[in-house]
């Protein structure tokens, strides 16, 4: 499952980052790394972006960037 496919107030754990460049670089950079524990929060009206809350920081992605980041439903 990615991370995009994630149900508001729905709970994961990262297992893998798949995006490569900068945006994999970003993300690390945020804290998506392997083992973090992320909740969605909510889609915003018109789909993109989307909020997630990790570690106690409301982070948002598109869903184009969130689609790169494996995850495992808690």
């Known amino acids: 499952m990615t991370l995009d496919a994630m149900k508001p107030g729905q709970e994961c754990e990262i ?6 460049g900068i945006v994999g670089q ?13 909740k969605m929060v909510r ?3 018109l789909v993109d ?12 992605l598109r ?6 980041v494996e995850v495992k439903p808690l």
């Open 49 to 60: 972006p989307v909020e997630f809350l990790m570690k106690g920081c409301h982070i948002s």
């Open 15 to 20: 297992l893998d980052i798949t995006a490569e």
């Open 43 to 45: 889609n915003a009206p």
């Open 26 to 38: 970003r993300l690390m950079d945020m804290g998506f790394i392997p083992g973090a524990r992320v």
């Open 63 to 68: 869903h184009s960037e969130a689609k790169k």
